[in-house]
């Protein structure tokens, strides 16, 4: 729902969906083989019965890229996609569940630490571990590395002139998308959601309500930056997650050519005792908001997540 989700999730991901559906399926294929396959890897997933049309696609260029990497002499595990629209049940759309969640864990930055085995946090050390793909990858050669990147393919390059997703992923994604270009599925979209998030901010029982819920933010002392509908619900979060430490966030988070040191538990339990309560405040302060918002964002056209 903001500037970091809803604006990111409805004018951005939703609009390139597809785009980050395969780059996600590239980032962890490039991580991991040694020409074998792992267990499993000839497999197919199956599609649930309960899918949307976006979750569908991405479940079919899963297995699309699988088959055809098996065609290559490569080992792929389709990766099960994760639906857009439950992904935003911790982040306010299930109101209980976000309670629960926040209780515990606040926004989820501190607690990576505090709680590094706990999977439920991101970017604890249990919610990192590579993935098959990442494991496989991992044991090839260098020649075979560079064989599998060229099977595998890229997204397009718009400098060289490029409209598609090349390799294997290429493939796939014509199967699932159909014959219409990367370029211009993501240029079709960008444009709906626009017009979407547009409607959502010139909804005027939205903009009365994100009006009160900035109303109460203030009275507990908590900066208001923004009260448009779609930037209003991550934007407490948003400012968490720029204030917090870098050694804070998890087992990796210390930036790489810097000093700072991960936080041990010790030192990240008080600023998490502080993120729970923000959290709380902030979840409260929106809760009306975020039930008349919610169903609106995910019944926009074409969308698939809320922000």
Same mark, same amino acid.
Not at 149 to 169: I, R
Not at 177 to 191: N, P, V
């Given at each position: 729902?903001?500037?970091?989700?809803?604006?990111?999730?409805?004018?951005?991901?939703?609009?390139?969906?597809?785009?980050?559906?395969?780059?996600?399926?590239?980032?962890?294929?490039?991580?991991?083989?040694?020409?074998?396959?792992?267990?499993?890897?000839?497999?197919?997933?199956? /599609?649930?019965?309960?899918?949307?049309?976006?979750?569908?696609?991405?479940?079919?260029?899963?297995?699309? &890229?699988?088959?055809?990497?098996?065609?290559?002499?490569?080992?792929?595990?389709?990766?099960?996609?994760?639906?857009?629209?439950?992904?935003?049940?911790?982040?306010? #759309?299930?109101?209980?569940?976000?309670?629960?969640?926040?209780?515990?864990? $606040?926004?989820?930055?501190?607690?990576?630490?505090?709680?590094?085995?706990?999977?439920? /946090?991101?970017?604890?050390?249990?919610?990192?571990?590579?993935? #098959?793909?990442?494991?496989?990858?991992?044991?090839?050669?260098?020649?075979? +590395?560079?064989?599998?990147?060229?099977? !595998?393919? %890229?997204?397009?390059?718009? +400098? /060289?002139?490029?409209?598609?997703?090349?390799?294997?992923?290429?493939?796939?994604?014509?199967?699932?998308?159909?014959?219409?270009?990367?370029?211009?599925?993501?240029?079709?979209?960008?444009?709906?959601?626009?017009?979407?998030?547009?409607?959502?901010?010139?909804?005027?029982?939205?903009? %009365? !309500?994100?009006?009160?819920?900035?109303?109460?933010?203030?009275?507990?002392? &908590?900066? /208001?930056?923004?009260?448009?509908?779609?930037? &209003?619900?991550?934007?407490?979060?948003?400012? #968490?997650?720029?204030?917090?430490?870098?050694?804070?966030?998890?087992? $990796?988070? =210390?930036?790489?050519?810097?000093?700072?040191?991960?936080?041990? +538990?010790?030192? =990240? !339990?008080?600023?998490?005792?502080?993120? &729970?309560?923000?959290?709380?405040?902030?979840?409260?302060?929106? +809760?009306?908001?975020?039930?008349?918002?919610?169903?609106?964002?995910?019944?926009?056209?074409?969308?698939?997540?809320?922000?």
């Amino acid at each position: 729902m903001s500037g970091s989700r809803t604006v990111r999730k409805l004018a951005v991901a939703v609009s390139l969906l597809p785009l980050l559906a395969a780059c996600g399926t590239e980032a962890a294929s490039h991580s991991a083989g040694d020409g074998k396959a792992p267990a499993g890897s000839a497999g197919q997933l199956d /599609v649930p019965a309960n899918a949307g049309a976006d979750l569908k696609k991405q479940y079919l260029m899963e297995n699309a &890229i699988a088959s055809c990497m098996k065609k290559q002499g490569f080992a792929y595990t389709p990766d099960p996609p994760m639906d857009p629209a439950s992904s935003w049940a911790h982040d306010g #759309a299930d109101y209980e569940l976000t309670k629960k969640f926040r209780q515990k864990y $606040g926004f989820g930055y501190s607690a990576a630490v505090v709680y590094p085995d706990d999977p439920q /946090v991101p970017g604890s050390k249990a919610a990192t571990k590579p993935s #098959a793909n990442a494991e496989y990858v991992a044991t090839l050669t260098p020649a075979q +590395k560079t064989a599998y990147d060229k099977a !595998l393919g %890229g997204p397009p390059d718009p +400098k /060289v002139g490029e409209k598609d997703w090349s390799g294997c992923m290429g493939t796939a994604d014509k199967k699932a998308y159909g014959s219409a270009s990367a370029q211009e599925r993501s240029a079709t979209a960008a444009s709906r959601n626009q017009a979407n998030a547009q409607a959502l901010n010139g909804d005027q029982k939205l903009v %009365g !309500l994100a009006q009160s819920y900035a109303s109460c933010l203030k009275r507990d002392g &908590i900066p /208001v930056t923004t009260t448009q509908p779609t930037s &209003i619900g991550e934007m407490v979060k948003l400012q #968490a997650a720029m204030s917090a430490p870098v050694g804070a966030r998890g087992s $990796g988070a =210390a930036a790489e050519g810097t000093s700072e040191e991960p936080m041990s +538990k010790e030192e =990240a !339990l008080p600023l998490l005792t502080k993120e &729970i309560d923000l959290a709380m405040k902030d979840l409260e302060c929106g +809760k009306d908001f975020r039930a008349a918002y919610f169903p609106k964002f995910l019944k926009a056209p074409g969308t698939t997540g809320a922000g």
